[in-house]
């Protein structure tokens, strides 16, 4: 995840600005709590360990000081972050999408690549909810961006570093509604 505030101020990366920051139910309520836990938690206790050192005497030499003004810092850079991104989130519950034969934002989606017929299982999500390990790619990624809109059977040209590769939608499914 980004930290710093500046990036993505107008949109997901490589995309127009103005473009939302599509986000799953889960993916919000998971940066409104690591908003909470920094502001209720983790702030404090640095403040508290800063107010300490800075007691101390001189903070030239002081370790525990500058550590920890680091952390504050760093602390109150990804609070401004996650500020800016939750005001500009735009979140898509795909338990509620309505057409369920198609790619879209939120779809668990199966195809098989037509180069070794390997079959890849992925989740469409939001830029900041992304983790490729789990099977959770953003919805501005190129295999995404190839998959939406297909349904069951269709063939979509994938462009990769190597060069295009063929795949084709195995399965599309959606949380219950």
């Given amino acids: 995840m980004a930290e710093d505030d500046d990036e993505d101020e107008e949109g997901p990366p490589g995309l127009p600005p103005g473009t939302p920051f599509y986000m799953t139910p889960a993916g919000a309520a998971a940066l409104r709590e690591e908003l909470r836990k920094l502001l209720e938690e983790e702030r404090p206790k640095v ?83 992304a983790e490729s390990s789990q099977g959770r790619i953003s919805w501005v990624a190129p295999v995404a961006r190839a998959l939406l809109g297909a349904k069951v059977g269709d063939t979509r040209k994938l462009r990769t570093p190597a060069g295009a590769e063929e795949i084709e939608v195995v399965d599309i499914a959606y949380p219950p509604a």
Wanted: charged content about 35%; proline content about 1%; glycine content about 6%.
């Fill in 47 to 129: 403040v508290e360990v800063v107010s300490w050192a800075a007691g101390l005497g001189d903070r030239s030499e002081n370790a525990d000081y500058q550590y920890g003004k680091r952390r504050l810092r760093q602390i109150d850079s990804r609070v401004r972050f996650l500020r800016k991104r939750l005001e500009k989130v735009q979140v898509v519950d795909p338990a509620a999408q309505a057409r369920r034969d198609q790619v879209f934002f939120g779809a668990t989606v199966t195809y098989a690549r037509a180069s070794d017929d390997a079959e890849v299982t992925i989740t469409i999500v939001g830029v900041d909810e």
